[in-house]
């Protein structure tokens, strides 16, 4: 399962990867953490990254793009992943693509927890509170001032996302304000119907069968890259409902017009 879990800070992607990664046994892979883990170490990107991260503005496309780069081909991710904090940006969803094609793999889901800001303020500070109680170090950037700048920067450069992905038919969206575990009920409600049609596609297409229960046992065969593209399809034909809609509307403004 390969799965990208976008959100602005606080949203809960890091409590639901967690879950996922126990649930699925796939590793999360948070750019967040890695970047850390490098300024923890001294290493050079660790060096660049410090003084971007405390700021709250984003480490450089290409910095990160070679940390997921690289993190995706360790033997521990050939199960799959949960990309936490990546992409941010679309230059970054554009390398991602890149990357996933070359390895013939594709996404199973984007799933976006939506949160309100005022909530997401409320997250940190118990997040601080909590880190504080159990004697641990807080991040440098988890204070109001630095969180109104990832704020800035998510809506700025990382919510254009959503826009990708939806136009591309993967994306899914949540209410992150709902309970753990309601979220988590309602993403494996998501990641459910995703496996169930791709099984049901990979039954019925080979076969040329009648559609047959989407519970049916998937083939291994891996055939990523050669698979129909039901999201396009999907986009389309939502385009060409508008269209007939707005055809059947138009006449019936016009008596209003005599
Ligand atoms: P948050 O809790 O704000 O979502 P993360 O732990 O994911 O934060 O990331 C912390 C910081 O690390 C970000 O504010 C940013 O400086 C840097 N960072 C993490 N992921 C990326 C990325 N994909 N691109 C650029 N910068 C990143």
Do not use: C, W
């Not at 990208?4 to 750019?31: C, D, E, Y």
């Not at 693509?97 to 984007?110: I, N, S």
């Not at 988590?184 to 040329?208: E, F, N, Q, Y």
């Amino acid at each position: 399962m390969k799965l990208i879990l976008l959100g602005p800070p606080g949203a809960g992607k890091g409590t639901q990867a967690q879950r996922l990664v126990n649930k699925h046994k796939i590793v999360q892979l948070s750019t967040g953490d890695m970047l850390r883990a490098a300024v923890k170490a001294g290493t050079p990107i660790g060096i660049i990254a410090k003084d971007i991260m405390d700021r709250g503005e984003l480490v450089p496309d290409e910095v990160v793009v070679g940390i997921v780069a690289d993190r995706i081909e360790e033997p521990d991710a050939q199960k799959g992943f949960i990309l936490d904090g990546f992409p941010r940006t679309v230059p970054q969803a554009e390398a991602l693509d890149r990357m996933l094609e070359e390895k013939g793999l594709t996404l199973d889901g984007v799933i976006e927890l939506k949160v309100d800001d005022g909530m997401l303020l409320d997250r940190i500070e118990k997040r601080v509170s909590d880190t504080v109680a159990r004697g641990e170090p807080v991040r440098a950037d988890d204070n109001p001032e630095t969180l109104k700048k990832r704020l800035i920067a998510y809506y700025a450069q990382t919510a254009p996302l959503t826009a990708y992905y939806a136009q591309k038919g993967r994306l899914s969206r949540l209410d992150g304000m709902a309970s753990i575990e309601q979220v988590a009920l309602a993403i494996d409600r998501i990641l459910g119907a995703k496996t169930a049609a791709k099984a049901s596609r990979k039954v019925v297409a080979p076969a040329r069968q009648a559609s047959k229960p989407a519970r049916a046992k998937a083939s291994p065969k891996k055939k990523a890259a050669s698979k129909p593209k039901p999201a396009k399809k999907a986009v389309k034909s939502v385009a060409a409902k508008r269209k007939k809609a707005v055809r059947r509307a138009a006449p019936k403004k016009r008596p209003g017009r005599r």
